[in-house]
């Protein structure tokens, strides 16, 4: 007990009875990954601040000046050894965030860290007469005497505060509702490992391996069994149909089973894929045991749904399910909402499914983290794709992945259902000309552009344009009738930009790719003979090119990595080739592997983490949106909107009606009075006036002048 018995009236009491019960919630988060005596402390000493008469002045209501509770324990962290000062990080930003280093020069009105160490703040002292400051006899991560590891360090220094914020809300949330919060952290790992058992059961009697479901048994088995190995990094590197998401789920519950760790996470790319994922797992594992966390999930409807919303802040339930975006944007933020969470990835199995959609342009800092946790926070990973990244190299030596998949290179012979064509370079008449002598075929090209001019070539029965200029309900629409057709073996031929290669069950008797990084082709060969109705040798997957290559922001390198294939005429299925041509992508980035230079902010003990907090983002925010009244569904919600203001149910709504588009492009729209802002509150949210902007063909046009769409 680090208190000494100088209770001075009820306030008093409950700030002791706060510091104390938040230590002990954090003291058992930092547990999971050996700190706990770290965690205790710096749950102790967060709100020591909260002892200046000034302060107490305030809760009783005397006083509405604003105290500075949060930088007394920081200060008294850096007075002391070296260890507390990494504790100062998080107890300055307990409320406001992790605060950036800064430098010798800030004064104390400079939110840095080495501003609050100048400034002036209430007398506190009160505090020693009754809270002892406990030792700290044991090095934090990353530290040890042979020297640091600075991002190591950031990295504990963000969990550690991920701890105290979470302890600090549970603590404060027990409090205000006498302990009936509402939460329900779901069942156990072992519950949920045997209903999957009994779930897969009756498909671990197939042995015939000379079955798609006898493979997919073998798989699954595999999977089972290799649950059982020592905690680290994997591989499961499944072709299209080989059964990944339950043989990957097999292997999460029986690995978390093995090592008593708390909880599964699956990492995915497309929002498409989570709902079909979440659904899936919910069906087996039940509703209340799975968290689906991303931007169009929305658990504030109603009261039923109360302990999903309250799970969503800390991520605590047996199984999460959320989006590369979420996942490491809050594991290098620096704001209290977003790092609240990820204490609890801690001792997980986390499934990266898609892994070769792990962003390039921050995969360095992304490997980075991913190593961190499987080093040093109890962490299995898999990376789990029929298209395996080449990111061994990235790993530091003693983190090397272990294949999960049995008789890999035999897997993907069986299941392979279609024959790649490199057609080379064609004349656009030259694809019309193809396309149009097509019963039921799928064109995917790199540009919005190039799929409207494509479709307006071969407007005609069954044929169908897809892209992102349409609102999602209107794609939405567009595909229920692409499966229609293909269902029922009408003439179905759809251009479609890349919107259409992962997520979407479509199946054609060929495809038509421009040439795009090879992952992405074979996600493309996914969509021809899907089911395996037809023979390979008749279900052809062509890869095109144009004289001129059209320009795609952000995919050169990409392009490139993929023509020195081509080049060799290589086998773009073939392990060793998408291998090869992971290896010239990343050489092509270079430096841009890490394009804001993230890792370069956590170097020589100066940590910028509010600075990464902002800079950090996977997708750039550089576009504007456009909602259309598509139906008397939308208008209802745009009057909402209006009479209630923007809430998070409201905006998710209003999302199925939206198109995003470049700020030239919306200025275009404005300028002809086509779209107004719909409130100063949201400046970059628009709705469209002029509804013979968009049709049912195209989507949104945004050639004002011509009225045609043209899109880049």
Request: net charge negative.
């Amino acid at each position: 007990m680090e208190y000494i018995g100088h209770l001075e009236g009820e306030r008093t009491q409950l700030l002791i009875e706060h510091l104390k019960g938040t230590a002990e919630l954090c003291e058992s988060f930092a547990a999971k990954f050996g700190k706990e005596q770290w965690g205790y402390c710096c749950g102790l000493l967060h709100d020591i601040g909260k002892y200046s008469s000034e302060f107490q002045k305030r809760i009783r209501g005397e006083s509405n000046a604003e105290v500075d509770h949060s930088t007394a324990g920081a200060q008294i962290c850096m007075k002391r050894d070296g260890l507390y000062s990494f504790i100062s990080y998080c107890i300055a930003g307990h409320h406001s965030g992790i605060p950036d280093y800064g430098n010798y020069r800030d004064t104390g009105s400079v939110s840095s860290l080495a501003g609050r160490m100048k400034k002036k703040i209430c007398d506190y002292s009160a505090y020693k007469k009754e809270v002892r400051i406990p030792n700290l006899d044991t090095m934090p991560v990353g530290a040890d005497e042979n020297g640091c590891n600075d991002f190591a360090l950031s990295t504990f220094i963000r969990m550690l505060y991920s701890c105290l914020v979470d302890a600090d809300f549970l603590d404060t949330e027990a409090f205000m509702k006498n302990g009936e919060t509402g939460r329900d952290s779901g069942e156990s790992i072992e519950i949920l490992l045997d209903k999957l058992k009994k779930y897969t059961e009756k498909w671990l009697h197939n042995t015939d391996i000379n079955t798609v479901n006898g493979r997919r048994t073998e798989i699954l088995k595999n999977c089972y069994e290799m649950g059982k190995r020592e905690k680290g990094l994997f591989r499961l590197t499944v072709p299209t149909g080989g059964g990944k998401t339950i043989a990957s789920l097999a292997f999460a519950l029986q690995h978390a089973m093995k090592h008593h760790m708390d909880r599964v996470i699956y990492v995915i790319p497309y929002t498409s894929i989570i709902e079909q994922n979440a659904k899936i797992f919910r069906t087996i594992l039940g509703t209340e045991n799975v968290l689906e966390n991303h931007c169009n999930v929305d658990y504030e409807a109603s009261e039923e749904l109360k302990p999903m919303q309250l799970a969503a802040e800390n991520w605590d339930k047996p199984v999460i399910v959320t989006t590369n975006v979420q996942f490491f944007e809050s594991l290098f933020a620096n704001k209290s909402s977003k790092c609240r969470k990820i204490h609890n990835i801690a001792n997980s199995v986390i499934i990266f499914d898609e892994a070769q959609m792990l962003p390039t342009n921050y995969l360095k800092p992304c490997v980075a983290m991913i190593e961190e946790l499987v080093r040093h926070y109890g962490v299995s990973a898999v990376l789990c794709t029929a298209t395996q990244p080449a990111l061994q190299s990235f790993f530091g030596q003693g983190v090397k992945a272990e294949e999960l998949c049995p008789r890999m290179e035999e897997q993907f012979k069986f299941f392979k259902r279609t024959t790649l064509k490199n057609i080379g370079k064609i004349e656009e008449d030259e694809l019309v000309e193809k396309l149009s002598g097509e019963h039921l075929a799928l064109c995917i090209v790199n540009t919005r552009k190039r799929a409207q001019i494509l479709y307006s070539r071969l407007q005609g029965e069954g044929v169908y344009h897809l892209s992102t200029c349409m609102y999602p309900i209107h794609r939405k629409r567009m595909l229920d009738e692409v499966r229609e057709r293909l269902e029922n073996n009408k003439r179905c031929i759809l251009i479609s930009t890349s919107l259409v290669e992962a997520g979407v069950d479509l199946d054609f008797r060929s495809v038509y790719r421009q040439l795009t990084g090879v992952d992405s082709i074979v996600q493309a060969a996914g969509r021809c003979n899907r089911e395996g109705k037809n023979a390979a040798e008749e279900s052809f997957v062509s890869i095109f090119q144009f004289e001129e290559r059209d320009y795609v922001p952000g995919q050169q390198n990409q392009l490139d990595a993929a023509e020195e294939l081509i080049k060799k005429d290589a086998d773009f299925f073939a392990l060793e080739s998408i291998n090869e041509y992971f290896q010239n992508l990343y050489y092509l980035k270079g430096n841009s592997l890490d394009e804001k230079k993230i890792l370069e902010q956590f170097e020589n003990r100066n940590y910028n983490f509010a600075k990464v907090g902002k800079e950090f983002q996977l997708i750039e925010n550089n576009t504007m949106t456009v909602f259309v009244h598509g139906d008397s569904d939308a208008d209802k919600i745009m009057q909402q909107i209006k009479e209630r203001g923007f809430t998070k149910a409201g905006m998710r709504k209003a999302g199925q009606y939206c198109v995003n588009v470049y700020e030239e492009q919306l200025k275009s729209l404005y300028d002809a009075g086509k779209a107004r802002l719909v409130s100063e509150d949201m400046p970059d949210f628009y709705e469209l006036t002029d509804q013979e902007q968009y049709n049912e063909e195209f989507g949104l046009s945004l050639e004002v002048e011509k009225g045609a769409a043209c899109f880049i």
